[in-house]
Each structure stands twice: as structure tokens, then as C-alpha cells.
């Protein structure tokens, strides 16, 4: 059975439009780049259903979305239901709160702070009103409630707004509960804000955003890809111990010293593990994949930035994934599907024996320089599985096998080699000239 593919978390943002423009713009260009599918009914990219009303096809999408933005400020907006006096709005976020309760759809609701703050005054207004002139008789409650309510032109209808807040913090609810009359009411929390700012650190905590969305699943896919790999490098007995397919070329290789030209003495059993060996370390070359790897380097998830000097740097676990790819490279262009066949037809029928035995090195350098490269991307991909799980590694200490099978070369491969920084002082020298 096939798997879905991977769904992105969907964000309904629901608010009056024409007050809200700007800040909706900015929060769909934010909330996109992070990775979420954004739907707001005046971009073109809303799915529209044609044969549906534009109110249908709003309500529609707030039911098949993870996460409902709501931003009240002081304007009303349509009104949906004139005989209950229910606005758009309003209506959405109702549809959402069903499915809040239900678990399907988490709210975020954020309220304009002045708008907030005239609330409050209001609401101790209508106090006063009440405690002060309508208990001595001199205004009555609808006098009262008039002078509480009243319009201006920053808060347009003010008994609704105040009472849509009032349903979204679900006070009714709340004061039932306290009284012991009802359940305390879930989703009611409100944050006020002034900046985008304040709606952006707001939902940073509230999405849990650390990092952006496609990095997540950059890292993740990359996680998974280190796992996939280090269980194509192992191999299982029958009481289902767990080895490296390195392993039986590790006697070889940690005992002999091998130099063109110069044959060697090895025990039997030795070159028997390496022929046994070669078929082993063969067969990750059709299993080992990288595209995960690729992605986190090309996209320089890894990558740091120093504000001092406004540089992008190159950090540690981003050098180890760099070195992860190469070793891949280089353990790929290994020819190995020979390997068997040459050293069974010439040492296998030797290699039974008992004691020891003649070898030519020339013979082993190919299975050798695999198994080196195949022991170095086995240690990295731990040591980068380990740091993306938030344990420290200390990549620096990680021990790395030689660059070539035999004996002293290795110095010279570092000495020939020219390293990036040498390439740069030269430039800069042919420029000086």
C-alpha cells in the first residue's frame, strides 16, 4: 500500500481585509517561507470553488485547515447573518472553535492593543456608569450602555467588537466554569500586539518555530538517510549480533603494511576475512544514498553567520557533512565488482590453509582503500546522527582512516594537495601584480 505524500500544515488567517492589508500580506509572505500553505480569500492563490458563494468556499477552508490566525481590530467586517447580527468573521472563527474542541484545528487568536486597551476603559466606564448614575437613578441602563458603547472613529461598532472579544476569550464560559457551573473552555487565549513583531514572536512559540519548515524536513529527511545508510553498512548473525560490513577486512588492515612492490607475509585466516571481506564491503554501493545530504549542504542548513563581520561560516557539523560527501565519492569510484572474483581465483584455495602466506599488496589496495573510506562515512554518520539529536560531538577528535592503503603515503597526498586557501593567496597575489 502506497504512502500519502507528506501534507504542509495549513494556516486559515481570518480577519477584516481592508484594515488589515498590509499585515495580512506580510504575515501569508512570513508563514510561506517557513514552509506552510497560507489561505487568504483576497490572493489569488485561494482555492476558490465556483459554484460555491464566497462566504461557503471561506468556511469551507477553515474546516480543512490545521491552524485558524485570527486578528481583531476595529473594524466589524461583512455581516454574515444580519438577523443575529454575526459577521464573517465571526462566523469562521465559530467553525474554527468547533474543531478546536474536536482537536483538529488550533487557534491564534491576537487582538490590536488599542483596541484592547479601549475594552478596558469601556468596560470600567460602564462601571462606573452603572455604580455612580444608574443606581442614584440618574441614567437609566440603556443610557448607560449607550455612553459605553459609543462609537468613534477608531473603534467603528464597539458592542460588537467588545462582544466578539468576549466570545473569543469565552468570559461566559469562564465565569460558569469559576462558579463551578461548567468546564473550564479550551482554546480562549488572546494575544494583544502593536508590531507584526508581536504576532511573530507570538507564533514562533506557538508553531514550535525554531527554524523554518523546509529546514525541519531537510533535517529529518537527513536523519532518516543517515539511519538508512549505517543499517546498509551493518550486518546481522543468526543469534542477531550487529556488526560492520568492514569488520572482517579489520585484522588485514590493522596488521599489515603494505608498499608496491613488496611482497608480504600474512596469515592464512587474514586474507581469507579479506576475500570473504570484499564481497561484503561491495554491496553498499547499490544501497547508499545521499540526496538528503546534498539538500542540507546545498541549502546550508548547517552553515552559521557571524553579525560582527555580516559572513556566512562554515561550522563544524557543516565541514563533517562536507567530509561525509566526499568519503561517499570516493568509496563510489572504488572498482569492487572484481574484487571477489581476482582474490578467490588467486589466494582462496591458500587462504584455507593453515599459517601463513605470500600476498602482493598491489592485489588488496582497492578492497582496502574501501573499507577506509567505508569506515570514515560509517563514524561521520553517527557522529552526525549523535549532533542532530543534540548530543555534542567534538567532530575535531573523530579518528579517520588513512587517505591511501599504503604505508607513508598519506603525508604525501597532504603535501601535493592544494587547499582552498592556498588558491586564494595566490589570486590575491596575481591581482597585487
Known amino acids: 500500500m502506497s504512502k500519502l505524500p507528506l501534507q504542509k500544515p495549513t494556516i486559515f488567517i481570518s480577519s477584516t481585509i481592508h484594515d488589515f492589508r498590509d499585515l495580512r500580506s506580510s ?15 483576497e490572493f489569488n492563490d485561494f482555492q476558490r470553488e465556483p459554484d460555491k458563494n464566497s462566504y461557503t468556499a471561506c468556511l469551507n477552508t477553515v474546516k480543512s485547515s490545521d491552524y485558524f490566525i485570527l486578528l481583531i481590530g476595529s473594524r466589524t467586517g461583512g455581516i454574515y447573518n444580519k438577523t443575529e447580527g454575526t459577521t464573517i468573521t465571526q462566523e469562521e472563527y465559530r467553525v474554527a472553535y468547533e474543531r478546536a474542541i474536536e482537536g483538529k484545528t488550533r487557534i491564534l487568536g491576537f487582538v490590536r492593543s488599542e483596541v484592547w486597551t479601549v475594552r478596558e476603559d469601556r468596560n470600567a466606564l460602564a462601571t462606573l456608569l452603572q455604580s455612580e448614575y444608574v443606581t442614584n437613578g440618574e441614567l437609566n441602563s440603556d443610557s448607560a450602555a449607550k455612553l459605553a458603547n459609543y462609537a468613534s472613529k477608531f473603534v467603528t461598532d ?45 507564533l514562533r512559540v506557538q508553531l514550535n518555530v525554531t527554524g523554518d519548515l523546509k529546514a525541519k524536513i531537510l533535517v529529518d529527511n537527513l536523519k532518516a538517510e543517515l539511519l538508512n545508510n549505517l543499517a546498509a553498512l551493518a550486518t546481522k548473525n543468526k543469534s542477531g549480533s550487529i556488526s560492520q560490513v568492514t569488520d572482517f577486512t579489520s585484522p588485514f588492515r590493522k596488521h599489515y603494511k603494505l608498499n608496491i612492490g613488496e611482497i608480504v607475509t600474512v596469515e592464512c585466516k587474514h586474507v581469507l576475512w579479506m576475500i570473504v571481506g570484499s564481497a561484503m564491503i561491495s554491496r553498499p554501493q547499490k544501497m547508499l544514498r545521499w540526496r538528503a545530504l546534498d539538500l542540507c549542504i546545498d541549502n546550508g542548513v548547517f552553515m552559521g553567520f ?86 555534542v560531538v567534538n567532530f575535531n577528535k573523530l579518528p579517520r582512516q588513512p587517505l591511501s592503503p599504503l604505508d607513508g603515503q598519506d603525508e604525501l597526498l597532504i603535501s601535493e594537495n592544494v587547499s582552498p586557501d592556498e588558491i586564494l593567496l595566490t589570486i590575491m597575489e596575481k591581482h597585487r601584480h
Not at 508563514?31 to 500553505?37: A, N, R
Open 27 to 41: 504575515l501569508k509572505y512570513y508563514l510561506e517561507e517557513l514552509g506552510y500553505v497560507v489561505n487568504m480569500s
Open 158 to 202: 464597539a458592542n460588537r467588537i467588545f462582544a466578539f472579544i468576549n466570545e473569543v476569550c469565552r468570559i461566559d464560559e469562564m465565569k460558569s466554569a469559576v462558579e463551578g457551573k461548567g468546564p473550564l473552555p479550551p482554546a480562549n487565549w488572546v494575544h494583544c500586539f502593536e508590531t507584526f513583531r508581536d504576532i511573530v514572536d507570538a
Open 306 to 391: 557571524d553579525t560582527s563581520s555580516g559572513t556566512v561560516q562554515r561550522t563544524d557539523m557543516h565541514e563533517a557533512l562536507v567530509r561525509l560527501r566526499v568519503n561517499i565519492d570516493q568509496y563510489m569510484d572504488c572498482e569492487l565488482s572484481g574484487e571477489l572474483l581476482k582474490l578467490s581465483k588467486k589466494y582462496l584455495v591458500s587462504a584455507k590453509s593453515k599459517g601463513t602466506m605470500d600476498v602482493d599488496p598491489i592485489d588488496l589496495v582497492s578492497v582496502i582503500n574501501a573499507a577506509n573510506r567505508l569506515d570514515d562515512i560509517i563514524t561521520l554518520s553517527e557522529s552526525n546522527f549523535l549532533c542532530l539529536e543534540g548530543i
